[in-house]
């Protein structure tokens, strides 16, 4: 049997991070041998394995963000942008590969991500589930055989403590249906309506965000004609479809060459 592939988990005393150590701590595919959290956060130096109510794992939990991913073999980031970008200069640096599941990226974090996979396998996606993922590649097939007589509008919901929104699962979608029509969803894109807006504008994308409670993530895409509505979508009931497939792209990510991969490589389509 192969070494186990060292981890790094990035936001460690978050959600994400808490499902993905809790898993590979399950999996003797996986070492965890670094748990990054925020310089002052009252988890630093603590066992990784108290985070998850269990006895010890011999990680402590540490805030050097640069030795914690030299720790490691590839580097998996849920967290801010400015961390997915520090990281991603870190791991090219270092030659360590990287998932990120961070949303909320500028076109120039963004580039960031391009350029350290000009050096380091890096996988990007903005929701790593598998049923998504196949939920992205059923919509494309679905959205390049419908016309702009069929009205679009996309509905997430996610819990009250996400900071971005539309959610990157959302504009992704977004992204889908506006290829469909050959053109860039920023060109289409509502978000919400307000006021005396007039009629709804062909081909136009509505994007609406609903934050409460603990919803862990839904997305619905309503596509709506004059005879009938089609409706696809998803719910997700916890994080481990995050993590599962977060941890599916890092033992993908053995041995790739350098570029930058998305869910879709990963699962094969």
């Known amino acids: ?13 978050g959600r994400m991070g808490r499902a993905i150590m809790r898993l590979a701590l399950d ?6 041998a670094g748990a990054w959290v925020r310089p002052g956060s009252v988890a630093d130096g603590v066992q990784a394995a108290t985070l998850l109510g269990r006895g010890t794992c011999g990680v402590r939990v540490a805030s050097d963000l640069a030795a914690v991913i030299r720790a490691a073999d590839v580097a998996i980031d849920f967290t801010r ?3 997915a970008v520090e990281a991603a200069g870190i791991c090219a640096a270092e030659g360590r590969a990287l998932v990120s599941g961070t949303t909320g990226l500028s076109s120039g974090d963004r580039a960031t991500l391009e350029r350290a996979a000009d050096r380091i396998p890096v996988v990007w996606a903005p929701n790593m589930s598998v049923g998504v993922n196949l939920l992205l590649r059923a919509l494309d097939e679905v959205a390049r055989r419908l016309g702009e007589d069929y009205d679009a509008e996309i509905v997430e919901a996610h819990h009250r403590h996400k900071v971005d929104a539309p959610s990157g699962t959302a504009l992704a979608l977004g992204e889908v249906l506006a290829r469909a029509r ?6 289409l894109m509502d978000c919400g309506r307000e006021g005396q807006t007039g009629e709804r504008v062909p081909g136009r994308i509505g994007m609406h965000s609903l934050r409460g409670g603990e919803i862990v993530g839904e997305h619905d895409v309503r596509l709506i004609a004059a005879g009938e509505e ?14 599962a497939g977060a941890l599916r792209a890092a033992h993908w990510l053995q041995g790739r060459e350098p570029g930058l991969y998305g869910m879709a490589e990963v699962l094969g389509f």
């Open 1 to 13: 049997m192969p070494d186990p592939i060292r981890i790094a988990v990035l936001g460690a005393s």
């Open 27 to 32: 999996d003797a595919r996986f070492r965890l």
């Open 81 to 83: 942008p400015a961390t």
């Open 182 to 187: 050959g053109r860039e969803l920023a060109e």
């Open 230 to 243: 089609l409706r696809l979508g998803h719910t997700a009931f916890g994080r481990d479809a995050f993590a």
